[in-house]
């Protein structure tokens, strides 16, 4: 899946000031992960964002854009969204709904390399239940976890560095081709990285669990 003119055009913001909260969960070589709160109808200064970004939407929400050039638009998103957000395009921008908004940015530090995943055991080919492709470009993968209670993967490979950030309270019993069982409690919110590995998972709880899933092609 390519990207659509839509994921292209949404040059979506969170510029930090005061009444924001933000935290910064990961910082490395590779991205910056940014946790932020941004409160409704308080406009940013007019500025750019160097970086291209991955940006996921906590909770429902509406943004008004101004351009340097005289243009606006509105950003509507739905609670657990993902959109590309590529740098450039200096702007100001305020939430119009009336209630704060969570937006976790994945900072890109890097270009693209159009890395390949080559392995027969994708996920995105050995499970279509659960994974679900969001969108790629040459810089990332992009795809949503879902399962049901107490179902499981199949045995599958990562094969390139990855960040995951969870949209639901997680517990999944993790099993290595080795054998090695690891079973770590999440919760809704934490943000993870992971790097290559094979393994087969199962939800161990009584309800759904969601994951957005961001792997770097670099």
């Not at 854009?65 to 509507?76: M, P, R, T």
């Not at 704060?100 to 390949?116: D, Q, R, S, T």
């Amino acid at each position: 899946m390519r990207l659509t003119p839509f994921l292209i055009a949404a040059t979506a913001c969170s510029f930090l000031f005061a009444a924001e909260t933000i935290k910064t969960p990961i910082d490395n070589d590779d991205v910056r992960v940014l946790d932020v709160v941004v409160q409704p109808h308080e406009k940013t200064k007019m500025h750019e964002h160097k970086a291209n970004r991955v940006m996921i939407y906590k909770n429902a929400g509406s943004q008004d854009f101004e351009f340097a050039d005289g243009k606006k638009s509105i950003l509507k998103f739905k609670e657990g969204q993902v959109l590309w957000s590529p740098g450039g395009g200096a702007h100001a921008a305020a939430v119009s709904t009336p209630n704060p908004v969570g937006i976790i940015e994945i900072e890109l530090k890097k270009p693209g390399a159009g890395k390949k995943v080559t392995t027969a055991l994708d996920p995105l080919k050995v499970d279509t239940k659960h994974y679900k492709l969001e969108f790629e470009n040459d810089q990332v993968r992009v795809f949503r976890v879902h399962f049901g209670a107490h179902e499981a993967a199949p045995l599958h490979e990562h094969q390139l560095n990855r960040i995951m950030v969870y949209l639901t309270d997680a517990k999944a019993r993790v099993t290595t081709v080795d054998g090695k069982v690891d079973e770590t409690p999440r919760k809704a919110g934490d943000i993870m990285q992971g790097g290559a590995g094979k393994h087969s998972e199962l939800n161990t709880l009584d309800k759904p669990v969601e994951v957005i899933v961001v792997e770097l092609k670099y």
